[in-house]
């Protein structure tokens, strides 16, 4: 099993940039798939990016393609994810999740995630 905390989260400007951090413990962090999701208010949780155990596959919403680059590095047990150009359509609570996996192969599906990070808030301002 593993544990996962996300940080970076905050107040930015639209067209600003942010980037988060999910750190992983307990458990060996190069055989998980990692996914950031995002959740606003009276939405259902949706999937922003994804990337595969070694971090060469990734996957991304249509929504932030070009402008989110998600990232891992598994010396550090650690997934990031760049935010650029930010809108308040942006503005979230985004969450890091984590799936055990046998393949390289990136999880979108937020059912099939088994681990779950508290959330950190993020907003973007006008």
């Known amino acids: 099993q593993v544990q996962l905390v996300e940080f970076g989260g905050g107040l930015v400007q639209a067209g600003g940039s942010l980037r988060l951090s999910c750190a992983a413990s307990g458990g060996t962090f190069s055989l998980y798939a990692m996914g950031w999701f995002r959740q606003a208010p009276g939405k259902e949780r949706e999937f922003v990016g994804g990337i595969g155990r070694t971090g060469g596959r990734t996957y991304y919403s249509d929504s932030v393609k070009g402008r989110f680059t998600i990232s891992r590095d598994n010396a550090k047990n650690t997934v990031y994810l760049q935010m650029n150009s930010l809108n308040p359509e942006d503005t979230a609570v985004y969450y890091c999740?984590?799936?055990?996996?046998?393949?390289?192969?990136?999880?979108?599906?937020?059912?099939?995630?088994?681990?779950w990070g508290q959330g950190t808030q993020v907003t973007v301002s006008s």
């Open positions: 999740a984590a799936r055990l996996m046998l393949s390289i192969e990136v999880v979108v599906s937020t059912k099939e995630y088994n681990y």
